[in-house]
């Protein structure tokens, strides 16, 4: 049976230049260490793990890139201005490693939908979940330093949210390359931030999806159905040259009965492939 593909990322632990043993306050008060002591690595203690045989969908090329532009463009930003930094020991979490990892967003997405086995969906309200993340932190930018845990931990999130059947974080830790203790962590100070308002509605699934669709028509991208290259949904008011309306924000008392089955349906419609021209 094939193996949980084994990734390492190593490097140095320059603790002291990056502010090891400080912390900072994540959301009502709980603190976690500025940065993590150790880098991703993949290890090869997943036996007998055999990954999905699904075809990859169209929305993981989408956030991929989604992301990857938005990185690009908050580093360019900090390269240009030192007081904003991604390296600035004032504004780093617990999403920050020492470095950047080696594995691409595109292939770390690909791993998590090959060996957790979740939804599309959960992609998607994960990508809800780092907006709103970014729209409540707006000094805190999404770089290659934090991009992958974010990522990791908001589709664990939303497993647990909207599949009936997910891994626990112990499963998703490996998989992401992370130790499970470090992942308790992450999934603790996303939740603080985000003041646990978790709930996705339709409607707002929905208009993510769709704003996805029509960033990628306008950029001209062809990924099985042109999906989007950069997506201002994740640009700060302050920082987008011509601002969208943000999808609205929801309260966390429940207002009604997630329809899982509608959800799987919807993100199933939206990113399906058109036939090859």
Do not use: W
């Not at 260490?33 to 993949?42: G, K, T």
């Not at 793990?49 to 938005?70: C, G, Y």
């Not at 504004?91 to 939908?113: D, M, Q, V």
């Amino acid at each position: 049976m094939p193996e949980l593909e084994p990734f390492k990322q190593s490097g140095d632990s320059n603790a002291e230049e990056m502010g090891k043993g400080e912390s900072t306050p994540a959301g009502n008060g709980v603190e976690v260490d500025a940065v993590f002591e150790s880098d991703l690595e993949f290890k090869e203690d997943c036996k007998e793990v055999i990954p999905a045989e699904r075809e990859i969908p169209s929305v993981l090329n989408v956030l991929a890139q989604v992301l990857e532009r938005l990185v690009a463009r908050n580093e360019r930003y900090a390269g240009a201005s030192p007081t904003t930094s991604p390296l600035n020991s004032r504004k780093l979490t617990a999403f920050h490693g020492l470095r950047a990892p080696g594995i691409s967003i595109a292939k770390y997405l690909e791993r998590i939908f090959k060996y957790t086995n979740c939804s599309p969906s959960c992609f998607v309200v994960g990508y809800v979940f780092i907006d709103r993340l970014i729209h409540r932190q707006p000094d805190l930018p999404v770089t290659s330093l934090n991009v992958h845990r974010l990522l990791v931990t908001s589709v664990m999130v939303a497993t647990k949210m909207l599949d009936d059947i997910h891994f626990n974080n112990s499963f998703f830790a490996r998989v992401g390359g992370v130790s499970v203790v470090e992942l308790n962590r992450l999934e603790l100070e996303l939740l603080f931030r985000l003041d646990f308002r978790l709930l996705v509605t339709m409607n707002v699934f929905e208009s993510y999806c769709s704003h996805l669709e029509k960033e990628a028509l306008r950029d001209e991208t062809r990924i099985d159905r042109s999906l989007p290259i950069s997506s201002p949904v994740f640009r700060s008011p302050a920082q987008s040259p011509h601002p969208v309306p943000k999808p609205k924000r929801l309260s966390a008392t429940l207002s009604g009965t997630y329809d899982r089955a509608a959800v799987h349906a919807l993100i199933s419609r939206q990113f399906a492939e058109s036939p090859s021209r």
